[in-house]
């Protein structure tokens, strides 16, 4: 009885170690950068009026954040899932406003001082994309604009993914 124990438990090791040599290698990230910031942009903008969704990362609703991530993944540029990892994403954009192209991340903090709280998508023009709680909208970042001038004191930094 023993032997049969011995045996049962040899031919389970084995097999075990069979599989687990045999398992395929996970899938690999895009390294492929399909787009520049141009068709980024366009990616963006084509979600223009899409309704907010918190969480959202589709095409039926997007959050701030999942607005930026859906529009980098369409060209092949993985980004974290939440604004205040994207605010580590890229390269830092400084003089921020003066710097910026289009593409740039946009950083905004709800309280001065505090950490990010919002990101959107610079188009140029001194405008950029973002979801909104009335979803996915343009603004302006001009201080002598009402909306613009508000954006501008929240306004902590930009990052830039792609040249």
């Known amino acids: 009885m023993s032997a049969a124990i011995g045996f049962s438990l040899t031919i389970g090791s084995g097999i075990a170690r069979r599989a687990a040599r045999e398992q395929p290698a996970p899938p690999q990230p895009p390294h492929t950068i399909t787009g520049n910031a141009k068709d980024i942009v366009q990616t963006a903008l084509a979600a223009l009026g899409t309704p907010y969704e918190w969480g959202g990362t589709a095409e039926n609703g997007f959050d701030c954040s999942g607005l930026i991530q859906y529009a980098y993944a369409r060209h092949g540029i993985r980004l974290p899932r939440m604004s205040r990892d994207q605010a580590h994403s ?10 910026l192209h289009p ?19 610079y188009v140029g023009e001194q405008t950029f994309i973002h979801s909104s709680n009335t979803g996915v909208k343009l603004s302006r970042l001009e201080p002598h604009d009402s909306d613009g001038g508000w954006w501008l004191t929240r306004l902590v930094g930009a990052r830039r993914i792609v040249e």
Do not use: C, N
């Not at 890229?90 to 710097?99: D, I, Y």
């Not at 593409?103 to 998508?121: E, K, N, Y």
């Open 103 to 121: 593409g740039d991340i946009l950083l905004f903090s709800a309280q001065p001082g505090g950490g990010v709280t919002h990101v959107g998508m």
């Open 90 to 99: 890229g390269s830092l954009v400084t003089p921020v406003v003066e710097a």
